[in-house]
């Protein structure tokens, strides 16, 4: 059962500010700036092409088209000469008349059609242009701002896993798996999201605003001001309203923690689930937390709904009264407005709307993104492994002795080990034994600085195991544990997992020490065999088998087998224990263990009763005493005689 989530957590403090959220994200975007950058320019130029569009509204209908309608229906089938050599000529029955011929008003006329024909010439020219360069700038954006936002999201997840992996073991004992997933998956998703939003909308946006805002105001910079009273409106409603999406987000994420956690106890207990006929039970209780995560996610949706609504309408109404208000000032003569300026304004208005459209409906989504980026940097601001000292050294042979000297260690509630003190000289095996609860594992976990004791000491030839280099102390030790965890590849990736620069050879000799090759001969592929997720295609002996090779291969001066015969049968453990016997006199061996078979033939056995060490000695002389160990293996044998009539 997991720990509270608070415990690692800290869920009374107060968020950090969005803008610090933001900046803290943008770090990782800090090696791509450069192609954010030209993601940029080309925004610059898409944006240009947009407006330019709406710009050339104004010469079409005031240059072109209304003189055009204004001359004699004679030449009403006449197309101007682009340039192209594209020119209609006159009907054949109009006649051309010569200059003489001509009275003031047709001189004028054919002026007007000239200068209607180099205008309209040049606005196909420059719409042509337009054409080409719009499709070409927004695939380079898109492209460019795409490579950027993935290499930055291979980078937070890189950081992520290298962070998860620096945690103390304490942090993955404490905390809601369900949880950790959702920050590591989830949250650093949507924190990519956020980054996203910010270079890819909002930036573009800004720019698209901003040349929308300078061609308003060249247009018509009356309307432009009359226009802007929308804006403090706006601005409101995407404060308010991301105020209330982001504390909804950040409620919402947490509670798919909860359901992730509840989908993966019943994922990790399946067995256990059928066994009890608990399927109705365990459905109904994963209804009650998808149903909460719905609701909190249905409050997010309605205020992201309500704001984008808001600024909808008042855009929408904004676009209305403009082009109204435009068209009065136009039949009234107002300012010098003219049916082209009150088109073209309207365009670029139209062309202005669509990013702020956009900026007020992802407000709203970076607020959630910027939530999620809370509960992701708040994991990769947990504190990792102590750190070693500058002044660490590197442990090269294990030549005097281990020493617990008053060793006292707690998880938080009641101690666990209460002032133990050992003495292990190298070679010696050590058998540790005791009730469950007792401390056994806790035991070998520190000597692996799986934690550091917490009052006390343990020491490798007279140097603190916190003095040493945390790399060469693990390089020193394999350890066989209870669970034997394979990673999902084949049985010679796992086994060459011990030491990966050994060569085939010496992974082949492990393999047979630890009998491996026994059942591996009758696999189809042998030792390229995939074994499938944790090991689960293959039966519980044969992995042991495998982890034991593991360890061997590493050859280290300490061997810790952490119950790592007590599920299994009596042939896999005969195995164990050939292993211990190959290291005896060669390697420290602590075999953490309750079977008697296992940690009989030890140098010394090691009991400890709550916390504390009752007594150490020979399997003779702990008999001879009476004490624990003596009642122990009693049990024990009365168990296995037991057994043996019912065989029989």
């Known amino acids: 059962m997991s720990a509270p989530l608070s415990k690692t957590f800290p869920t009374n403090a107060s968020p950090p500010a969005a803008s610090a959220t933001l900046r803290r994200l943008a770090i990782y975007a800090r090696p791509y700036l450069w192609l954010i950058g030209l993601a940029l320019v080309c925004s610059l130029?898409?944006?240009?092409?947009?407006?330019?569009?709406?710009?050339?509204?104004?010469?079409l209908l005031d240059d072109v088209l209304m003189p055009y309608q204004a001359v004699s229906t004679e030449t009403s089938d006449w197309l101007p000469d682009l340039g192209f050599g594209t020119a209609t000529p006159l009907p054949d029955a109009v006649e051309p008349k010569s200059p003489s011929q001509l009275d003031e008003k047709e001189k004028r006329d054919q002026a007007v059609m000239a200068q209607v024909g180099e205008n309209f010439a040049f606005i196909v020219k420059v719409a042509l242009v337009i054409v080409v360069i719009l499709p070409l700038a927004l695939f380079a954006r898109t492209y460019l701002m795409a490579y950027a936002m993935g290499r930055v999201g291979v980078d937070i997840q890189r950081s992520l896993a290298a962070k998860l992996l620096a945690l103390p073991l304490s942090f993955?004992?404490?905390?809601?798996?369900?949880?950790?997933?959702?920050?590591?998956?989830?949250?650093?998703?949507?924190?990519?999201?956020?980054?996203?939003?910010?270079?890819?909308?909002?930036?573009?946006?800004?720019?698209?605003?901003?040349?929308?805002?300078?061609?308003?105001?060249?247009?018509?910079?009356?309307?432009?001001?009359?226009?802007?009273?929308v804006v403090p409106a706006i601005v409101s409603i995407l404060a308010v309203f991301g105020r209330k999406v982001h504390i909804k987000a950040r409620l919402r994420q947490e509670q798919v923690g909860e359901v992730t956690q509840r989908l993966l106890s019943i994922l990790s207990g399946i067995k256990v689930i059928k066994a009890f006929r608990g399927e109705t039970l365990e459905d109904s209780a994963f209804g009650v937390q998808a149903e909460k995560l719905f609701r909190r996610n249905l409050k997010v949706v309605i205020n992201r709904g309500i704001a984008t609504s808001l600024v909808e309408t008042l855009n929408a109404g904004v676009a209305i009264g403009m082009i109204v208000l435009g068209s009065l000032m136009v039949l009234q003569g107002r300012f010098g407005l003219t049916s082209g300026d009150v088109a073209a304004f309207a365009l670029a208005l139209a062309t202005t709307y669509q990013p702020v459209k956009r900026i007020s409906r992802d407000w709203t989504l970076l607020t959630e993104s910027?939530?999620?980026?809370?509960?992701?940097?708040?994991?990769?601001?947990?504190?990792?492994?102590?750190?070693?000292?500058?002044?660490?050294?590197?442990?090269?042979?294990?030549?005097?002795?281990?020493?617990?000297?008053?060793?006292?260690?707690?998880?938080?509630?009641?101690p666990v080990l209460k002032g133990v003190s050992l003495r292990v000289v190298p070679g010696e095996v050590i058998a540790v034994v005791g009730r469950t609860g007792s401390g056994k594992s806790t035991l070998v976990d520190l000597l692996l600085r799986f934690h550091d004791v917490q009052s006390g000491s343990i020491s490798i030839d007279g140097t603190d195991l916190r003095q040493i280099q945390r790399a060469s102390l693990l390089d020193r030790i394999a350890i066989v544990s209870q669970e034997a965890f394979l990673f999902d590849t084949t049985i010679f990736e796992n086994i060459r997992y011990g030491?990966?620069?050994?060569?085939?050879?010496?992974?082949?000799?492990?393999?047979?020490?630890?009998?491996?090759?026994?059942?591996?001969?009758?696999?189809?592929?042998?030792?390229?065999?995939?074994?499938?997720?944790?090991?689960?295609?293959?039966?519980?002996?044969?992995?042991?088998?495998?982890?034991?090779a593991r360890a061997l291969l590493k050859d280290p001066q300490i061997l810790i087998c952490d119950e790592a015969t007590s599920a299994l049968d009596a042939k896999t453990e005969r195995t164990v224990q050939e292993a211990i016997d190959r290291l005896r006199g060669r390697r420290t061996v602590f075999?953490?263990?309750?079977?008697?078979?296992?940690?009989?033939?030890?140098?010394?056995?090691v009991v400890l009763e709550d916390g504390r060490i009752s007594e150490a000695g020979s399997h003779d002389e702990l008999m001879q005493r009476g004490g624990y160990y003596s009642e122990l293996v009693s049990i024990q044998v009365a168990s296995d005689g037991d057994e043996g009539r019912a065989r029989g």
């Open 45 to 59: 130029v898409f944006a240009g092409g947009r407006f330019g569009r709406a710009l050339l509204m104004k010469p």
């Open 172 to 229: 993955h004992h404490n905390t809601s798996g369900g949880d950790t997933l959702t920050r590591a998956l989830r949250d650093a998703e949507n924190s990519q999201l956020g980054l996203e939003l910010f270079f890819f909308e909002f930036l573009q946006a800004t720019i698209m605003i901003t040349f929308g805002v300078a061609s308003l105001l060249y247009i018509s910079w009356q309307l432009s001001l009359v226009s802007l009273v």
């Open 370 to 414: 910027l939530a999620s980026a809370e509960r992701f940097l708040a994991l990769l601001d947990l504190r990792a492994e102590s750190p070693d000292p500058v002044d660490a050294v590197v442990l090269e042979e294990i030549e005097r002795e281990i020493v617990f000297d008053d060793v006292h260690f707690s998880y938080g509630r009641e």
């Open 499 to 548: 030491r990966p620069d050994a060569s085939r050879d010496e992974i082949l000799a492990a393999a047979s020490a630890a009998h491996v090759d026994e059942f591996v001969g009758q696999l189809p592929q042998g030792f390229d065999t995939p074994v499938g997720e944790f090991g689960l295609q293959l039966s519980g002996g044969q992995r042991q088998r495998i982890t034991i």
């Open 591 to 605: 075999v953490v263990a309750h079977r008697l078979s296992t940690i009989r033939g030890a140098d010394r056995i």
